[in-house]
């Protein structure tokens, strides 16, 4: 069963969707005895930084997560959700992200291109990600957003896009995953990436 962990972020329903039509068994929820029971566990997200961090405490999800992160649970940040595994963002300072992946989340720099970057855009893929086994090199993937990770490890970085920035567009270490983008928006290559991480633990994957 896979947990997505409800916070009253924007994108749950969507993330469900995609993962039900792939015959995934789903729920969302917020409670934590059924998250930390979960095979794997999602941490979706649009919305601000600040508010986000928010509404974990306030559900009691910040050390939920950070359990399920040392009990080697295959766990998936999207969008929000890769900016909130690392420690600050300039979206909101000085408010703590949850700190499981170290790095900092930038502005997009004003260069003359629209912000936020809303659309598709080709990734770099490196590292034999786990989340890119059978994706193909520059593999378009639809994006929504004003800020981005700049990972302070880049060997964890296993995908990257050009936007006014590098941009470090998916990160893996260890049970840890992150997309920046939105794999439940990206048609049939979002898809594949959702179901290799649907299939991490199973058949000795």
Known sequence: MIAIIDYDAGNLKSVEKALKYLGEDVTVTRD???????????????????????????????????????????????????????????????????????????????????????????????GNGRLFKGVPQDSYVYFV??????????????????????????VERDNIFACQFHPEKSGDIGLKILKNFAEIGRNGE
């Not at 999602?42 to 997560?65: C, Q, R, W």
């Not at 950070?66 to 959700?81: H, Q, R």
């Open 145 to 170: 957003h004003s800020y981005y990770l700049k990972a302070n490890d880049e060997s964890i970085v296993k995908a990257s896009t050009e936007y006014a920035a590098h941009i470090h567009a998916s």
């Open 32 to 126: 934590s005895k059924e998250i930390l029971s979960a095979q794997k566990v999602i941490l979706p997200g649009v919305g601000s930084f600040g508010d986000a961090m928010k509404k974990l405490y306030a559900y009691n999800l910040v050390d939920t997560i950070k359990s399920v992160a040392d009990k080697n649970t295959p766990f998936l940040g999207i969008c929000l959700g890769l900016q909130l595994l690392f420690e600050r963002s300039d979206e909101t300072p000085g408010v703590k992200g949850l700190g499981l992946l170290s790095g900092e989340i930038l502005r997009i720099p004003d260069v003359g291109l629209k912000i936020p970057h809303i659309g598709w855009n080709s990734l770099n893929l490196s």
